[in-house]
């Protein structure tokens, strides 16, 4: 059974670029989640999508934004990117909103 | 964002040791979960808890739901090498169970 698929595994951007990662989650779920890996801050909670619609979330500025489609694949965007931004973005998929989350090996973004 | 207080930070360990973690909040959580990262992977779910003063076992490793509901813990018994990686602590505060917040880790490291 495949896992979880993100894509790309490692990018590199600068200072007010934008950038888009995608999401393929494990065949038959159609929930995903969206966090961000820092050393310094852990994972944090960035969204999650269930059949399309935003259900939760967290604590980010608007420049952080996400869709998902109608085959359960999402995609999150960062505008404007700041250095801080540099991180591990990791997304999860469950087959319910209440199911166990399994994540992908994350897209690695690094802000010069 | 909150977190979760995660300790020690750190473990360095001789193969066949016993290993004790432990997580703690200032709020009650309803559920807590305790995953391991490996170098280059997402996060894996190793045991889940519903249930205050829950005791539950996943071969060698052994987790608790604290009786006062906030806090938990994470035993390993006789580590092997493949024990290394980095374990965190997670939980939905109460009224969401899907914006997980999370501990910074407790990282693992077996010497054979």
């Known amino acids: 059974k495949a896992g979880v698929t993100q894509t790309p595994r490692y990018l590199i951007k600068t200072r007010g670029q934008q950038v888009t990662l995608s999401c393929s989650p494990i065949s038959g779920h159609r929930s995903v989640s969206w966090y961000q890996q820092t050393p310094g801050q852990g994972l944090q909670f960035l969204f999650e999508y269930f059949s399309e619609t935003q259900r939760n979330k967290g604590n980010f500025p608007g420049r952080f934004s996400g869709r998902q489609f109608s085959n359960s694949r999402s995609e999150m965007n960062v505008s404007t990117l700041e250095l801080g931004d540099s991180a591990l973005y990791l997304c999860?998929?469950?087959?319910?909103?209440?199911?166990?989350?399994?994540f992908g090996e994350g897209s690695r973004l690094t802000v010069l | 964002g909150q977190q979760l207080n995660q300790s020690p930070q750190s473990m360095f360990i001789q193969e066949g040791e016993d290993v004790s973690m432990n997580c703690t909040s200032s709020s009650i959580f309803n559920t807590w979960l305790w995953y391991k990262q490996e170098p280059g992977e997402g996060p894996v779910l190793l045991i889940a808890l519903y249930k205050a003063g829950e005791l539950t076992s996943n071969g060698r490793l052994t987790a608790q739901f604290g009786i006062t509901r906030k806090d938990s813990f994470l035993n390993i018994s006789a580590s092997i090498p493949s024990d290394v990686g980095i374990y965190f602590c997670?939980?939905?505060?109460?009224?969401?169970?899907?914006?997980?917040?999370w501990g910074l880790g407790t990282s693992l490291a077996v010497n054979p």
């Open positions: 997670a939980g939905p505060p109460a009224g969401n169970n899907r914006k997980l917040i």
């Open positions: 999860a998929s469950s087959k319910t909103v209440t199911g166990e989350l399994f």
